[in-house]
Antibody, heavy 123, light 109 residues
Framework: EVELVASGGDLVKPGGSLRLSCEAS????????FHWVRQAPGKGLEWVAS???????????YYADSVKGRFSISRDNAKTSVYLQMSSLRVEDTAVYYC?????????????WGQGTLVSVSS | QSALTQEASVSGTVGQKVTLSCSGSSNNIGSYAVGWYQQVSPGAPKTVMFGDSLPSGIPVRFSASKSGTTASLTISGLQPEDEADYYCSTWDSGLEVQVFGRGTRLTVL
């Protein structure tokens, strides 16, 4: 059974840093892309970042403009985990952060989602 | 302003057929498969369609289609448990980002 477990959310002050983790199980981790999607309180879903499966030891990485330069996505195939390193956090980064798996044949869609982890940025 | 446009709200009665739309451009819906995601607050999203394929465990009353730059999600035989927020999403090659619609609140009357 495919499972994605997100963790690392916490209350942090503006300007602070946090690292989110998403541990995957139940499938061959290295062959899938992964994504972080967030949802601010009372708002819709917002894509944050994506990391592809490794192609010739290279991962393709993309970021939303709202987090570019502040957030960094990475993966560790040996630990079957994806990470989101967040720095220079702002109040507007407050949200539930979900990790999602990209479909192996249709990479523009997500086929499984984790349960989410809450990040609160407040002084 | 989102790159994908969805109705803010749609309603229907039990057993009715309802269609949710997602309008985009040649850079997104016109070029890539669209995912549809159901979210019953306060839970995590769930994938109900990817492209025109039904994920395992999703009822066959869900279907999806695409015509040009508009994608549609149809629920044939609406059930009370279908009441949720529905989001469409795909890749945008012009912006080089994954884009989401703002979501449609589906109410079952």
């Amino acid at each position: 059974e495919v499972e994605l477990v997100a963790s690392g959310g916490d209350l942090v002050k503006p300007g602070g840093s946090l690292r989110l983790s998403c541990e995957a199980s139940g499938f061959t981790f290295s062959t899938y892309s992964f994504h972080w999607v967030r949802q601010a309180p009372g708002k819709g879903l917002e894509w944050v970042a994506s990391i592809s499966q490794s192609v010739d030891r290279t991962n393709f990485i993309y970021y939303a403009d709202s987090v570019k330069g502040r957030f960094s996505i990475s993966r560790d195939n040996a630990k079957t985990s994806v990470y989101l390193q967040m720095s220079s956090l702002r109040v507007e980064d407050t949200a539930v952060y979900y990790c999602a798996r990209g479909h192996d044949m249709v990479p523009t869609v997500f086929d499984h989602w984790g349960q989410g982890t809450l990040v609160s940025v407040s002084s | 302003q989102s790159a994908l446009t969805q109705e803010a709200s749609v309603s229907g009665t039990v057993g009715q057929k309802v269609t949710l739309s997602c309008s985009g451009s040649s850079n997104n819906i016109g070029s890539y498969a669209v995912g549809w995601y159901q979210q019953v607050s306060p839970g995590a999203p769930k994938t109900v369609m990817f492209g025109d394929s039904l994920p395992s465990g999703i009822p066959v009353r869900f279907s999806a289609s695409k015509s040009g730059t508009t994608a549609s999600l149809t629920i044939s035989g609406l059930q009370p448990e279908d009441e949720a927020d529905y989001y469409c999403s795909t890749w945008d090659s012009g912006l080089e980002v994954q884009v989401f619609g703002r979501g449609t609140r589906l109410t079952v009357l």
